[in-house]
């Protein structure tokens, strides 16, 4: 079976930086999206990794350490367009996704 | 990028009745398209993976007679949720995966409101 796991909720103020972080144990691995996802809307892409490292884009980092099983998504300079919830998934053997629950992230002024 | 679209975004329906949803890739060739069911605050689940041309693979729980699934083109996929049940009110999202795609990228629809009263 599928197991991911990140933290439910995350507040922080406008400017500053979050880190999510997400651990998976999942039978085999192609790789590790995270999105955004807006309430009510559709999930957007922000990164991928399938090798160890920090992947960069802009505001918004990811890392991966596939021996330890985890990965986080860094975002930087938030804005309070970040507010969103953020969705950590793992592609499996059969490249099929599977999503952990969502980290909900406040950003206050 | 690529653009998925979904039809209705919403609906709401009585009980016992069914309901079809679209699920369309506008600007590129999808092999493969899946749905995905989300509950208030909880992850998406992964309910079927549609293949053009082939019946579609149901994961584990999921009805394939309540949740009729056709790929009729490379381009468009489409759920019929049939007798639905006030236990079936839920948001529905599609995925595609583009047909020559380097990446195992899917692009998500914008989802479908169904309540069912």
């Known amino acids: 079976g599928q197991n991911i796991d990140q933290p439910t909720e995350m507040t922080a103020t406008e400017g500053a930086i979050v880190q999510i972080n997400c651990t998976y144990q999942t039978s085999g691995f192609n790789g590790l999206f995270w999105y955004q996802q807006h309430a009510g809307e559709a999930p957007t892409f922000l990164s991928y990794n399938v090798l160890d490292g920090l992947e960069e884009k802009g505001r918004f980092s990811s890392f991966l350490s596939r021996s330890k099983g985890y990965s986080y998504l860094l975002l930087k300079e938030l804005q309070m367009k970040d507010s969103a919830s953020y969705l950590c998934a793992v592609l499996s053997n059969d490249y099929k996704l599977s999503f952990g629950a969502g980290t909900t992230v406040t950003v206050r002024a | 990028g690529a653009v998925v679209s979904q039809h209705p975004s919403r609906v709401i329906c009585k009980s016992g009745t069914s309901v079809k949803i679209e699920c369309r890739s506008l600007?590129?060739?999808?092999?493969?398209m899946f749905w995905y069911r989300q509950f208030p605050k909880k992850s998406l689940m992964l309910m079927a993976t549609?293949?053009?041309?082939?019946?579609?693979?149901?994961e584990q729980g999921v009805e394939k007679d309540k949740f009729l699934i056709n790929h009729a083109s490379l381009t468009l996929s489409t759920l019929t949720v049939t007798s639905a049940h006030p236990e079936d009110s839920s948001f529905y999202i599609c995925?595609?995966?583009?047909?020559?795609?380097?990446?195992?990228?899917?692009?998500f629809g914008p989802g479908t409101r169904l309540t069912v009263t």
């Open positions: 600007d590129f060739q999808a092999t493969t």
């Open positions: 995925s595609a995966r583009e047909l020559d795609g380097s990446s195992y990228e899917q692009y």
């Open positions: 549609s293949n053009e041309g082939s019946k579609a693979t149901y």
